[in-house]
């Protein structure tokens, strides 16, 4: 089972852009077997798909974000990153990333990273 | 999008008792080609982040305890906590996978009463 890190600050400005790294180890990203991908959670409340892709293909975005949102894979590195950009407090989440299965056309999330809270605020 | 609509939003359940949580879908997540339906169960207790139970509405993850069963098909899931224990604390969220954007209910919170 691999292992997903998220990296990055955890206090964003508003108007600016959250970007976030996530480090995978015990396994590798260039797998065609699965997809890479974010997930966020405000405080309290429930699980928000964000976006996701697999290495080398076309990443698939949840609407009301598209405009705002670049999901990337970096092979040399094991990583894979989320840009959030013109961010408002309502973007105040913890972030989390994970790996997506990708069978039969399914996409269940399986591991999650531990997660990391981003605070919009001046 | 597909609307995941869970209940109830809480539930108290005597230790060693059977928990019931519901999931509804707004849309039909069959898909009759490979006869399954496209849902998940998450289990997330505080602080951590959600743990995948079951997949295909009713596969189990290996290593879940077997008291953790789902069931259903269309657009009406269950999973049930056959008897539960003080680790099983937490709430349970449904996610669909039939199509993008994937989409998770509200979550059902499950305490001891």
């Known amino acids: 089972q691999p292992q997903l890190y998220e990296s990055g600050p955890g206090l964003v400005k508003p108007s600016e852009t959250l970007s976030l790294t996530c480090t995978v180890s015990n396994g590798s990203i260039s797998s065609r077997s699965y997809y890479w991908g974010w997930i966020r959670q405000p405080p309290g409340k429930g699980l928000e798909w964000i976006g996701s892709m697999y290495n080398g293909g076309s990443p698939h975005y949840n609407p009301p974000l598209k405009s705002r949102v670049t999901i990337s894979t970096d092979t040399s590195k094991n990583q894979f990153s989320l840009s959030l950009n013109s961010v408002t407090a309502a973007d105040t989440a913890v972030y989390y990333c994970?790996?997506?299965?990708?069978?039969?056309?399914?996409?269940?999330?399986?591991?999650w990273g531990q997660g990391i809270l981003v605070t919009v605020s001046s | 999008d597909i609307v995941m609509t869970q209940s109830p939003d809480s539930l108290a359940v005597s230790l060693g008792g059977r928990a019931t949580l519901n999931c509804k879908s707004s849309q039909n997540v069959f898909y009759n080609s490979n006869n399954k339906n496209y849902l998940a169960w998450y289990q997330q207790k505080p602080g951590q982040p959600p743990k995948l139970l079951i997949y295909w509405a009713s596969t189990r993850e290996s290593g879940v305890p077997d008291r953790f069963s789902g069931s259903g098909s269309g657009t009406d899931f269950t999973l049930t906590i056959s008897s539960l224990q003080t680790e099983d604390v937490a709430v349970y969220y449904c996610q669909q996978y039939f199509s993008t954007p994937l989409t998770f209910g509200g979550g059902t919170k499950v305490e001891i009463k």
């Open positions: 994970a790996r997506l299965v990708a069978l039969r056309g399914g996409n269940w999330v399986d591991p």
